[in-house]
């Protein structure tokens, strides 16, 4: 089995990493990654100056996922309630669809989580919003713990048809206890 790590970007790595996840406008993972929102990929001076810096660098809200050290995706984290920061929430992506169905997500999300339990904040709760047009997202927060909190109906336009967002969480003390980690 590969070896799927997570870990912060390095400054000589902003332009590779532009250019495995967010070079192509027609990447399959921009289809299930919140469509509905219509999202623009950054250019890459934009990314290797401005996003990369400041999100990946500088605030580390963002580290990639390696699969035997290549960058095959990131996972993220982001507080819905902005400077408030009392409601954090996670993401993962892998850009590339030739490694889907490889439960890469399934190994790289639960060691983000550890990591953002033990280092980052204090907080008693993380969650995970997705889509109900996302069934894989959905199958991979149940398989690694996650609990569905709310479901709140046919509020996500996508291709003509209304689908739920669908969010999901788990306690501190609940992931620490599930992860052996208290």
């Known amino acids: 089995m590969a070896t799927v790590k997570i870990r912060p970007v390095q400054p000589t790595e902003l332009t590779t990493l532009w250019q495995i996840g967010f070079s192509n406008p027609q990447a399959e993972w921009l289809?299930?990654?919140?469509?509905?929102?219509?999202?623009?990929?950054?250019?890459?001076?934009?990314?290797?100056?401005?996003?990369?810096?400041?999100?990946?660098?500088?605030?580390?809200?963002?580290?990639?996922?390696?699969?035997?050290?290549?960058?095959?995706g990131s996972v993220n984290y982001h507080f819905v309630d902005?400077?408030?920061?009392?409601?954090?929430?996670?993401?993962?992506?892998?850009?590339?669809?030739?490694?889907?169905?490889?439960?890469?997500?399934q190994q790289a999300l639960p060691l983000w989580l550890d990591h953002l339990f033990q280092a980052v904040t204090d907080l008693p709760h993380i969650g995970l919003t997705t889509w109900s047009g996302n069934e894989r997202m959905m199958h991979l927060a149940s398989k690694i713990?996650?609990?569905?909190?709310?479901?709140?109906?046919?509020?996500?336009?996508?291709?003509?048809?209304?689908?739920?967002?669908?969010?999901?969480?788990?306690?501190?003390?609940?992931?620490?206890?599930?992860?052996?980690?208290?």
């Open 31 to 72: 289809k299930w990654n919140g469509p509905y929102f219509h999202d623009e990929l950054p250019s890459e001076v934009v990314f290797t100056h401005l996003i990369g810096p400041h999100d990946w660098l500088d605030d580390q809200r963002n580290w990639v996922i390696t699969v035997d050290e290549q960058i095959v």
């Open 82 to 105: 902005d400077d408030l920061k009392r409601w954090l929430e996670v993401g993962i992506l892998i850009f590339d669809d030739t490694h889907w169905g490889q439960h890469i997500g």
């Open 145 to 182: 713990g996650l609990n569905q909190e709310g479901r709140i109906p046919q509020v996500r336009y996508w291709q003509d048809q209304y689908f739920d967002s669908v969010k999901y969480g788990i306690l501190r003390s609940d992931w620490l206890t599930l992860r052996h980690l208290s």
